[in-house]
């Protein structure tokens, strides 16, 4: 399986392709704290890349139900 995503995006196609594969995925918490200033480092276009990922994953899981 080739990985295709780079980024924020890389993250959510390698959890796709294991939980495909049949692995098990446990969720382990983190307690951030409020930002109190500042904005987020995750840029717009990041945040679109990954919906797109996400898409191009919905639709191959799709057509290969």
């Known amino acids: 399986t080739r990985v295709r995503s780079g980024g924020y995006a890389f993250n959510l196609e390698i959890l796709f392709h294991c939980v495909r594969q ?9 307690a951030f704290a409020d930002r109190r200033r500042g904005t987020t480092k995750l840029p717009r276009a990041e945040v679109a890349r990954a919906f ?11 057509g290969a139900s």
Not at 22 to 30: C, F, H, N, T
Not at 52 to 62: K, V
Request: charged content about 35%.
């Open 22 to 30: 049949g692995w098990k995925i446990r969720e382990v918490p983190i």
């Open 52 to 62: 797109g990922t996400l898409a191009r994953l919905a639709w191959r899981r799709r």
